[in-house]
């Protein structure tokens, strides 16, 4: 069975031709395999066929796949919403982080990264379609929170990260194009010492091609990769 590295190669082929369409370099675009729900030997499998950073949702079933899977070099993201009893586990295990929707929970992963890893790559979720089932922050209230992450030593701010409604792909477009403009905006406003924000995390098994056209530089795929999830 080779079905995930069929998968894995599908995938990569998709980003290729919707980065050659937007005139993008698709080394540029990261490949980030969504792995919730999915066991420390499926992961492998994925692995094995070259896949090195991996999404996770929850935090206990992270931790117990990374103990498992200590002896690979894996770079684990991790993409579910955050409670704050959560952040020094997260601190403590994870390289990304992409649901920041608070300060208070910046404030924590700050002061709670251990004093031997690097700070750790953050991206702001961002309620791009204002709804109310959703976390992420509103569009008028993302440059405060840039302001207060940038004055956080053990946090990396990397960019934005979003789930757009779903919807026709007109409306999908539309959301994609306004992260693409508010992450332009705020690096145009940044002042000098901070470092310009470089990625956009946006695009799902259903939408990716969608976000790739609109500037997406790391699309968070799992159902295409491994299947349909229970
Ligand atoms: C589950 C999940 C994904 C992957 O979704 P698929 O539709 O299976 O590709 C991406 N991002 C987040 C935040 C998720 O929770």
Same mark, same amino acid.
């Given at each position: 069975m080779h079905k995930i590295e069929d998968n894995l190669t599908q995938v990569k082929r998709v980003i290729q031709q919707a980065a050659e369409r937007a005139?993008?370099? $698709? %080394?540029?675009? =990261?490949?980030?395999?969504?792995s919730k729900k999915q066991s420390a030997q499926t992961?492998?499998?994925?692995? %094995?066929?070259? &896949?090195?950073?991996?999404?996770?949702?929850?935090?206990?079933?992270a931790i117990d796949k990374k103990n498992a899977l200590q002896h690979l070099d894996i770079c684990w993201h991790f993409?579910?919403?955050? &409670?704050? /009893?959560? =952040?020094?586990?997260?601190?403590?295990?994870?390289s990304w982080v992409h649901s920041i929707d608070r300060e208070k929970i910046a404030q924590?992963? /700050?002061?709670?990264? *251990?004093? %031997?890893? $690097? *700070?750790? %790559?953050?991206c702001i979720q961002v309620n791009i379609d204002?709804?109310? =089932?959703?976390?992420?922050?509103?569009?008028e209230d993302v440059s405060a929170l840039v302001a207060c992450i940038h004055k956080m030593p053990r946090l990396s701010l990397r960019g934005l990260m979003?789930? *757009?409604? *779903?919807?026709?792909?007109?409306? &999908?477009?539309?959301?994609?194009?306004?992260m693409k403009n508010l992450l332009d905006d705020i690096n145009e406003k940044a002042v000098n010492t901070n470092q310009p924000l470089d990625t956009l995390s946006m695009g799902m098994s259903a939408d990716l091609t969608i976000a790739l056209a609109e500037g997406s530089t790391l699309v968070r795929v799992g159902t295409q990769i491994f299947g349909k999830r229970d």
């Open positions: 005139s993008r370099n $698709p %080394n540029e675009i =990261t490949l980030l395999a969504v992961i492998t499998k994925a692995y %094995n066929a070259g &896949q090195r950073s991996f999404g996770e949702n929850y935090v206990q079933e993409i579910g919403p955050i &409670q704050s /009893n959560k =952040t020094k586990v997260i601190a403590e295990n994870f924590r992963l /700050n002061d709670q990264r *251990p004093v %031997n890893l $690097p *700070p750790i %790559n953050v204002r709804e109310a =089932t959703k976390s992420g922050v509103f569009l979003a789930i *757009p409604e *779903p919807g026709d792909e007109a409306s &999908q477009h539309e959301s994609f194009r306004k």
